[in-house]
T-cell receptor
Framework: GENVEQHPSTLSVQEGDSAVIKCTYSDSASNYFPWYKQELGKGPQLIIDIRSNVGEKKDQRIAVTLNKTAKHFSLHITETQPEDSAVYFCAASITGSARQLTFGSGTQLTVLP | GAGVSQTPSNKVTEKGKYVELRCDPISGHTALYWYRQSLGQGPEFLIYFQGTGAADDSGLPNDRFFAVRPEGSVSTLKIQRTERGDSAVYLC???????????FGPGTRLTVL
């Protein structure tokens, strides 16, 4: 089955700096890669996703890149703000099938004011 | 509109007891997923419903776990003879037919004493 590795497990940045979180996946059939933000005591919230027919996607301060050959994808947050502090999860799935998501182990992002 | 809701938000039980966890998906969503999230980990897939039937239950850890969705909307996750290792946050997600995006509920925190 699919295996998703995520790093770093913790990341601290100064407000205004950029943050990068990286994930690798094992199953070359995976073609859908969402990123979720989870705040304490809440469920994961989708922040951005990318499909394998696209190399990069951007939404305001958030961007995701995908390298299918290397089987890795990354989340980039620019101009970080204290409210970006949360746990971020990457995930992978195969569209058109059961679509179960395989998650990474998470990155605790802390934005220092 | 209303998101995915889960009840109860917290459940404390004793080892050996039976528990039921409820999920109300987003109205009209045909796909429903259950995940389990242990402390400091990403969510792990348990079971997936498309309509009333369990399309994939490969993530259920053993036969103490069972889930139903009799009318294709609300789902109940049932755990028999609970064990301390069952303690976790149980998350429910739903998605629209043919769509990849999964919307998560806030979860039920289960504690088995």
């Amino acid at each position: 089955g699919e295996n998703v590795e995520q790093h770093p497990s913790t990341l601290s940045v100064q407000e205004g700096d950029s943050a990068v979180i990286k994930c690798t996946y094992s199953d070359s059939a995976s073609n859908y890669f969402p990123w979720y933000k989870q705040e304490l005591g809440k469920g994961p919230q989708l922040i951005i996703d990318i499909r394998s027919n696209v190399g990069e996607k951007k939404d305001q301060r958030i961007a995701v890149t995908l390298n299918k050959t290397a089987k890795h994808f990354s989340l980039h947050i620019t101009e970080t703000q204290p409210e970006d502090s949360a746990v971020y999860f990457c995930a992978a799935s195969i569209t058109g099938s059961a679509r179960q998501l395989t998650f990474g182990s998470g990155t605790q992002l802390t934005v220092l004011p | 509109g209303a998101g995915v809701s889960q009840t109860p938000s917290n459940k404390v039980t004793e080892k050996g007891k039976y528990v039921e966890l409820r999920c109300d998906p987003i109205s009209g969503h045909t796909a429903l997923y259950w995940y389990r999230q242990s402390l400091g980990q990403g969510p792990e897939f348990l079971i997936y419903f498309q309509g009333t039937g369990a399309a994939d239950d490969s993530g259920l850890p053993n036969d103490r776990f069972f889930a139903v969705r009799p009318e294709g909307s609300v789902s109940t996750l049932k755990i028999q003879r609970t064990e301390r290792g069952d303690s976790a946050v149980y998350l429910c997600a739903s998605s629209n037919r043919g769509a990849d995006t999964q919307y998560f509920g806030p979860g039920t925190r289960l504690t088995v004493l």
